[in-house]
């Protein structure tokens, strides 16, 4: 059966009647479009219009007359450069704008990857004041010698003063032993030859 056919009514607006046009993928378009004004922006295609236009002139200056399909003020010529320039216009900003969004997506991206390197940078640094600080307060290798030979100085000074006094007393309780002096250069002996007496 036939589809039941809508009445119009006229308390209600009518809607609005569309004119369909063609549908194209943009993205397809616009890589189209970018290929177009990259080729046109090549030595290449300045080259064959060159050449084309100069033959274009030559058949059509030179070439009988029966034979000339564009005479002397080049009319179609003129036509077909001018609706040239008009859509290669129009491509070429078209290729500009999707060239300068690749641009903004990429300044994005490098301003977002720069700040994420920033703060990476700036963890670092706090981390590397912070062992800094913390190896400020340990004993590195070289003060450690330095305290143990200042120990070991202090040690031995001790050591050498113990025996003096050592030496003195030894030689104070010989005296009372023996009732005579003892020769300095006894006492100068080391204390073990001392003890072994």
Known sequence: MSEPRRVERLDQPREPRRLRLPRFDPEAFGRWSEGIARYMGTANFIVYMTVVIAIWLAWNTLAPRELRFDPYTFTFLTLLLSLQASYAAPLILLAQNRQA???????????????????DTEYLAREIAALRIALGEVATRDFLRSELGRLAEELDEHAHRRQRLEQRQYRKDRQQVSGRPVPAERIEEPLDELDAE
Do not use: G, I, V
């Open 101 to 119: 969004a690749r641009d903004r997506l990429a300044a994005e991206e490098d301003r977002r990857r720069a700040a994420l390197q920033k703060a």
